[in-house]
């Protein structure tokens, strides 16, 4: 084999190890809190997010997020300036994107009649911000 596909493999499978593992997600939730909150001691901050994650893997509550519940109904209300109550899928599911949700119901209650209310989508969105900032690997 050459030097050449040798390296290769090597990228390869690095790569799978940091995508198996959440690293590159991990450090970018890290990142991301870190630049939002910009705490004095950020050590300090970043040592407490890791604790604060490594408590939510054993309890499945709590993951650090950097959305709570008022964001993500301001997003809602962004996406209806009227105030009909509900959006579109299509807003429901760009939205989701936006947050940086992941594994969140492509087609909640309502999208048969394409009209997601604030209910849903908060839900949705809170259950795939978890999913999204549950930075570990689960065997």
């Known amino acids: 084999m ?8 090597r990228s390869e499978d690095a790569t799978e190890y940091l995508n198996k593992h959440r690293v590159l997600d991990l450090f ?26 490594q408590k939510s893997r054993s309890t499945k509550v709590n993951y650090p997020c950097l959305f709570d519940e008022s964001n993500i109904q301001a997003v809602f209300g962004m ?3 009227t105030g009909r109550g509900f959006i579109t899928v299509k807003q429901y599911q760009e939205a989701m994107i ?21 209910d849903t989508f908060t839900r949705e ?5 978890a999913n999204a900032s549950a930075t570990f690997y689960e065997a």
């Open 125 to 129: 969105a809170k259950h795939g911000l």
């Open 79 to 81: 996406l209806d300036p």
């Open 98 to 118: 936006t947050l940086g949700a992941k594994d969140y119901d492509q087609n909640p209650h309502g999208s048969d009649i394409d009209r997601i209310n604030l």
């Open 2 to 9: 050459s030097t050449q596909q040798e390296s290769r493999l």
């Open 28 to 53: 970018n939730s890290l990142t991301a809190q870190l630049i939002y909150k910009r705490p004095d001691d950020p050590k300090a901050f970043l040592i407490e997010t890791l604790e604060n994650l």
